[in-house]
Every structure is written in C-alpha cells, then in structure tokens.
C-alpha cells in the first residue's frame, strides 16, 4: 500500500477534541478503502464493514434499535467494544440508507469511536427522502495520486528531496521534468500507478484504462433515472475525455444532438460521482469569487491519465517535446488543475478561471489561486513571459502583484512590468513544481 497525504488529514481529524463520523468521498477507484485500511495501522483495533456484502448490509437493516446495530457489529466482527483505539469502517455505505440514518448516533452516543464511511456515488444513489444527518457528519475528499504522492511511490527520494528544496536548484530540473511527463502521461488513478511502476512499461496499462472506463459506463444502471438518461450519461462519459480544459456549451455537446437541459442535468450527475467537474469562470479579481453559472464552464475530468488514453494522445505526450505545446496545451493545463486539486480535501473545493467582463475585448487567466484571501492569478503557457497579455490585464484590475507562470523552463523571479506599468513578480515555476505553489508565493511575498 502507497502511502497517501490524506492520512494526515485523517490523524487530524481523529485527534480533534469534536470529532464525527467521517464521510470519505471520492470517485471509483481513487483509493478510499486502501487509504482506510493504511490509517488503520495506527489502532489497536479496526473493524471494518464492507455493505456490498448482503450479511453485512442486513446488520443494519434489520436492527430495531442503534444499541442492537452497535452490539450486532462487534458481535459479527468478534471485536471487543472498547471504544478508544477502535477504527470503525463502513465501505460502500451508499447501498443501505439505514447506515446512512444511523450514523448521527454513532456520534450522538458513542462519540470515542472513531468512524469513517466511504463509497462512491453516495448522493445519486441513496433514496431521495434520505439524507446525511446534518451537523453529525464531516467530509473529506480523496483524488488521484498527485505528482509527489508519485515520486514517495516510485521511491525517487533524491528528486524528492529536490523538489523539497526551496528555491529549486536547477540541476535537477530536467530529471524531475521527465518524471512529471511520465506522470502526466499516466495519471494518477492507483491502479495505473502501481502497474507501471512494477512493469516500466506504458502498453501494460492501456487495457486497465479501459476497463476502468467500462467499469464508469457500467455504474450508469445504478444512477440514472431512466434508460433514456442512461443513453446520455454514456455518451457523456465516451466523449467528455476529448473536451479535457476546454470550454463547453450544453446544448448539442459533442454533436449529440441533445438538448441543453438534458446534458446539463446528466453532468450534474455525473459530478456528483466526482468523475468530472463544471469549472466556472469569474470575472472577479479579488476575494469572495463569485462564478458565472451563466457563462460556458470549463470541463474537468478526474485524472489526465484517463483523458490521454482515451483521447488516444498518449503518443503525442510521449514522443513530444514541450508538454505546454500537447493538445494545444490544454493537457499542461488539465495536469496543473488536478495538482491544484490535489492539494485540497475539500470535496466542495472550488477551482475557478478569470475572464474580463467586457465582451468586446477577450482575456483569460487559466487558474487562481486563493493565497491568504488574494487572488493569484495562475498561467500555464509556453513561450515568453512578455507575451502573457490576459495576465497583464487581470493584475491591473487586481490588488495583487503576484503571478504564476507554469511551463516546462527553469524555476526563476522576474521584476516586471504590466502594459499599464503597474511593477509586479512573475514567478516562473516548471510544470513539476506544481506541488509546491503555495510555498513560493509565500516565498516571492516575503522577499517583496
């Protein structure tokens, strides 16, 4: 088992004087059970539920009181009731609403036990009536491995080590760059990490690919309202792939011929399987964001491993020679955001793009970036930095002075100038430094 970050997040969590039953969201396969099974080294005891199994999911239908459910669990697990040093584990929670129901008790009457439930599709799946008692859980989200999560995989402790290193030293730049196209290339979905770092080889983890993806396909049965809208969340997921960082419009997505409520209404609930994501633009350059649900978002996909093969681009990656060029440099892009997101536990954590308001004059910002209630705005972008206009106008309208530019160059501060002369710092970071963003803006900010 590879280690996660989230299991640092789960030590927090279980160390909070207030703590609740944990929700852990996350899509197919990102690894929630085995990010469990991990954390669950730390207890003298773990007892662990999985509701696909019918034995299992009866406990907690047929009980007629909590005290019944609660002894029934550790009678059928032969484990002791000691409430501290217990992990208590409920995967795949979405198959019994009486689970759901129950776990306000576990925190109402048994708040030292500490309980994480996971499973996929929780919203779409559980009975409209039913819902997770508010106040008596908390969340947290699990997403693909990220880049660092990759190389602590692979055992790659001296690039570790340099990426840990502030500021950068450049000698190590071109290894880490080719690491970070090997990554970028495969993605982040356990699975496919495993395999290729056990075989080194790129053609050994086409066929798990696709049967991930038929595995996504197959899950439709047990979402969709009817088989008219089945027909639609499949489409979606056969071509959503292609549209990785692109901006979409509803009505007629991907020559469907489909009407704009029935697609917008079918990726709303395909969202909510954390299997991609509508990003939203703003026209905002300072804190609160506000999105404009109104313009055409962004799509965002689960993991840009997924989105290559199935693409069929992963030739392109491979043999090209700037990643910020492949697929018109949305792949760079798409990459960048699920660093982004990868940082986050949040499962309501927003990712945003700029745009200007004024119609007639088009400018857009990739990412911002949230850094201590200031909008950062983030580019991913090839080529020379005088040429990064939509930057030039957002920091005019903004209160920051302080930009990103991620691309496949060396790590490196320039003093510069917007069009309208307002000075500002451009800081430049290679594409594998993505992990580390927060910590040189803190950097640049202190040195201003």
Not at 51 to 58: A, F, T, W, Y
Not at 111 to 131: C, M, N
Not at 362 to 389: Q, T
Request: proline share 4%.
């Amino acid at each position: 088992m590879y280690n996660r970050s989230i299991i640092t997040e789960l030590e927090k969590w279980y160390k909070r004087t207030n703590r609740k039953p944990l929700i852990l969201r996350g899509a197919r396969q990102v690894g929630k059970t085995t990010a469990v099974n991990l954390f669950a080294l730390q207890f003298k005891q773990f007892v662990s539920l999985n509701l696909d199994m019918p034995e299992e999911k009866r406990i907690f239908e047929e009980a007629r009181s909590f005290e019944e459910l609660y002894n029934s669990i550790f009678f059928l697990k032969s484990a002791s009731k000691v409430e501290e040093g217990t992990l208590l584990f409920i995967d795949e929670i979405q198959n019994s609403p009486a689970a759901v129901k129950n776990l306000r008790y576990f925190y109402e009457k048994h708040p030292r036990l500490a309980v994480i439930a996971a499973g996929s599709l929780l919203e779409t799946l559980i009975e409209k009536e039913i819902h997770f008692p508010v106040g008596r859980v908390e969340y947290l989200a699990l997403r693909p491995f990220s880049f660092y999560e990759f190389l602590e995989a692979g055992e790659y402790a001296k690039e570790l080590e340099a990426i840990n290193t502030i500021p950068f030293p450049n000698y190590a730049h071109e290894k880490l760059l080719s690491l970070f196209r090997t990554y970028t290339l495969i993605g982040g979905m356990p699975e496919i990490i495993k395999l290729y770092l056990e075989k080194r080889d790129l053609t050994e983890i086409k066929k798990p690919i696709t049967d991930l993806i038929i595995a996504y396909k197959d899950d439709v049965e047990k979402y969709a309202q009817n088989k008219s809208s089945a027909r639609i969340l499949r489409f979606i997921i056969d071509n959503a792939f292609k549209f990785a960082a692109e901006r979409i419009t509803f009505n007629n997505f991907g020559g469907s011929g489909y009407r704009s409520r029935e697609i917008s209404e079918a990726f709303r609930l395909l969202e909510k399987t954390m299997l991609l994501r509508l990003v939203y633009p703003t026209t905002s350059t300072r804190m609160p964001i506000i999105t404009k649900n109104k313009m055409s978002p962004k799509l965002h996909l689960l993991d840009t491993g997924l989105v290559n093969f199935i693409s069929g681009i992963e030739k392109e990656i491979y043999i090209g020679n700037d990643l910020t060029d492949v697929y018109k440099g949305k792949i760079a892009e798409h990459i960048i955001g699920q660093e982004l997101l990868s940082a986050e536990y949040s499962p309501e954590t927003l990712i945003t793009f700029w745009v200007r308001e004024k119609r007639q004059a088009s400018a857009e910002i990739d990412y911002l970036y949230n850094f201590n209630g200031k909008l950062v705005p983030v580019e991913v972008k090839s080529g020379a930095s005088g040429k990064l206009k939509s930057l030039h106008v957002f920091l005019d309208n903004s209160e920051m002075d302080i930009a990103v530019r991620f691309f496949s160059g060396k790590y490196s501060i320039e003093e510069q100038k917007t069009l309208a002369g307002k000075k500002f710092r451009l800081i430049n970071l290679p594409l594998f430094l993505s992990p580390k963003i927060k910590e040189y803006i803190t950097l640049s900010a202190h040195n201003n």
